[in-house]
């Protein structure tokens, strides 16, 4: 009973720390587009990272990166990740070394101010229409040829389940097959504990990490299926053994 009283308190305190630090970087980044690409996706990341550096620590949140050696020089990458909550673009845009984009639903894109930095980091994508998400896998291919790195969640939606990961959609697969970019695995862990899913209000403060995995070469498979069941394999490997 207490803990979930504090968590509420903290809860709303996290939401004003967000809201106050994004607009301290509100400005900055809607600026960065000015630049054109892929410079305006460089100039946005280090401004994310700016604001994640002061964010996290206000809302008592204490972050570990690792594998990031994983990331060759001259090289840009297919990032899957698994997804708990919405704490994990947050950890991910700013935590990917070099400049990358999100594949996002965009609804978010709407929500007011908080619309432009969205825009700004993401590849958005309506799933109810057809021509949306043609077109979205089309900008997935050119971000990929600007040498950005592509964050994709293979779930698609947050795993809302008991179960570590659920399946995986073909999409960053096909992408990774036909721009022959290799998948670089990313396991998050501590987002769900910290904001579930299944709470209203809640907020519990801790350690979140992300955990790059040696990259996977598409070129080494037969077929889309085969990539695909060896990548969920490798990360649910990595999330169960931690």
């Known amino acids: 009973m207490i803990k979930n009283i ?41 401004f994310s990272r700016m ?21 060759k020089p001259g090289e840009n990458y297919i990032v899957v990740c698994n997804h708990n909550s919405f704490m994990d673009v947050p950890l991910s845009s700013p935590g990917i070394p070099g400049a990358n984009k999100t594949i996002a ?3 978010m894109s709407r929500i007011p101010l908080f619309g432009i930095i969205y ?12 021509n949306s998400r043609k077109d979205s896998y089309q900008r997935m291919k050119d971000v990929l040829n600007m040498g950005i790195h592509m964050c994709i969640y293979p779930e698609g939606t947050r795993n809302k389940t008991d179960q570590p990961l659920k399946s995986f959609h073909d999409g960053a697969f096909r992408l990774s097959i036909e721009t022959e970019k290799k998948i670089i695995p990313a396991i998050i862990r501590g987002t769900k504990e910290m904001l579930p ?24 498979f037969n077929d889309l299926t085969a990539l695909k069941e060896h990548v969920y ?8 053994s931690y």
């Open 6 to 46: 504090v968590a509420r308190i903290l809860a709303v305190w996290t939401a004003i720390a967000f809201v106050g630090t994004m607009l301290i970087f509100l400005l900055p980044i809607w600026t960065a587009g000015i630049f054109g690409e892929p410079a305006s996706t460089k100039w946005m990341i280090r």
């Open 51 to 71: 604001w994640m550096a002061l964010y996290f620590p206000l809302s008592f949140i204490k972050v570990k990166i690792t594998g990031k050696e994983n990331f």
């Open 105 to 107: 639903k965009i609804e």
């Open 119 to 130: 825009k700004r980091g993401a590849v958005l994508i309506n799933r109810k229409d057809e």
């Open 197 to 220: 899913t299944k709470k209203t209000l809640y907020f519990w403060p801790g350690k979140i990490s992300m955990q790059f995995l040696e990259p996977i070469d598409p070129n080494d």
């Open 233 to 240: 394999k490798t990360m649910l490997h990595a999330y169960t």
